[in-house]
């Protein structure tokens, strides 16, 4: 099990970012959150075995069709574990 918080630019928001993720998330088994960052940004926090985080993290580099992801920075957050499940936030 590993966690990771991961920073998605572009065109991210208003475009049904966090309900792609929630999705991908939930198809995967991935814990976690995903949120709005008031800099443009999509923020989300994951946990999860090592192979469905890696297929979550290519799910995010793509986005939804009407997305345009600039770029993914993905680090590990080891000290943070989310709560079962996964959420939208703000």
């Not at 099990?1 to 065109?11: N, Y």
């Not at 976690?32 to 297929?55: F, I």
């Amino acid at each position: 099990m590993r966690t990771v918080r991961i920073l998605v630019s572009g065109r991210v928001q208003g475009v049904g970012f966090r309900a792609f993720a929630q999705r991908q998330a939930d198809r995967l088994g991935i814990d976690g959150w995903v949120r709005n960052l008031p800099d443009g940004r999509v923020e989300a926090l994951a946990a999860g075995e090592e192979a469905a985080l890696a297929e979550f993290i290519e799910a995010l580099r793509r986005g939804p069709l009407i997305a345009r992801v600039a770029g993914v920075d993905v680090v590990d957050a080891p000290d943070d574990r989310p709560a079962p499940g996964f959420v939208q936030r703000g």
